[in-house]
């Protein structure tokens, strides 16, 4: 069973904006806290942003400037809005909970040029 489906990834403009989506299963969404993260080429996997399920944020240092992150709990989905779009962005995104689920999604790939 699919617990973790990100999508909204694709080629980007530097300076644009997208928005990611993440859907889960009820047993991952329910009563947890998500998160988002990406995976740059030959890099770790890193933590973007989490949201608890009363909606409190905490971001990244990173992040703090040009990403959002929300949820809609009646669709089991979170969200991830980037803005001003930078070719450093270039990563595959990915949803979890948190603190994680022993399993990951596919992510969702999003390149950026300039």
């Known amino acids: 069973q699919v617990q973790l489906v990100e999508s909204g990834g694709g080629l980007f403009q530097a300076g644009g904006s997208l928005r990611l989506s993440c859907v889960a299963s009820d047993r991952v969404f329910k009563g947890h806290a998500l998160a988002w993260f990406r995976q740059r080429p030959g890099e770790e996997r890193e933590q973007i942003a989490r949201?608890?399920?009363?909606?409190?944020?905490t971001y990244a240092d990173f992040a703090k400037d040009r990403f959002v992150i929300s949820r809609d709990n009646a669709k089991n989905t979170i969200f991830l809005q980037l803005n001003s779009l930078r070719l450093e962005d270039t990563a595959g995104y990915y949803c979890?909970?948190?603190?994680?689920?022993?399993?990951w999604g596919q992510g969702t790939q999003v390149t950026v040029s300039s």
């Open positions: 979890n909970r948190w603190p994680l689920f022993p399993s």
């Open positions: 949201i608890s399920t009363n909606n409190r944020t």
